[in-house]
């Protein structure tokens, strides 16, 4: 794991996001930019993918740069779990180490085990108060990915996600307000039901969130809507 930064690699691919502000090719384009780009800057990545999120965590844009991540992403919004989702949701990186020996989401694991998958870092893209989505990278081999990994992909997502921010805004700039207050409304709730579970449970920020995503899987229900409820005073079942 080389400790440089991909600065020769993120100063490309700014200046042709920046390129792409002057021509009818918006956020479809950068995004897969973007993915090529933290491929490789990363070495024994075998695919990345860069992935926008509504408030309720529904895809609205994706880039990838091979065929096993967009297999692997979509069994990731198919289960409402995967170490994407969660990086998005508890704005904060994830690190698997072996994916074989993770337990954090069974239902992706087991999904993509057929996969060249072993090794999985996640980081979400954060712009000013507004988290719009994560950024990914696959390995082949486990322990491909360290905390080394994990600084360097999170100072790539960081001015990737202040450009896709910026392209975003000149595609709807009338949409953007009421947007970032959604968007701001939700993960406030989702955060405070945390809190709720963390207090009862004595249990993890992560693993709090965990367990309304998988509530909210298992009720056919939105992540927001489980939230809600635990606030209310009215948890959901098995919560």
Known sequence: MPQHLPLDELSTVIARIQGLLLTEEKVGTAVSLLAQAAKDSVPGTIGAGVSLLDSRGRRTSSGYTDRVVEQADA?????????CLTAWAAETPVLVQDLHDDSRWPLWRDSVRDLPIRSVVSAPLIAGKETLGAIKLY???????????????????????????????????????????TSLHSRDVINRACGVLMERRGTTHQAALQQLMNQARQERTTLLNVSESILAGTPASGI
């Open 139 to 181: 390995a082949a081999t486990p322990s491909a990915y360290d905390a080394g990994s994990v600084r360097l992909l999170q100072l790539f997502a960081a001015p990737a996600a202040t450009l896709l921010s910026h392209i975003q805004g000149t595609e709807a700039p009338h949409k953007m307000t009421e947007a970032l207050r």
């Open 75 to 83: 069994a990731q919004y198919r289960h409402g779990e995967g170490p």
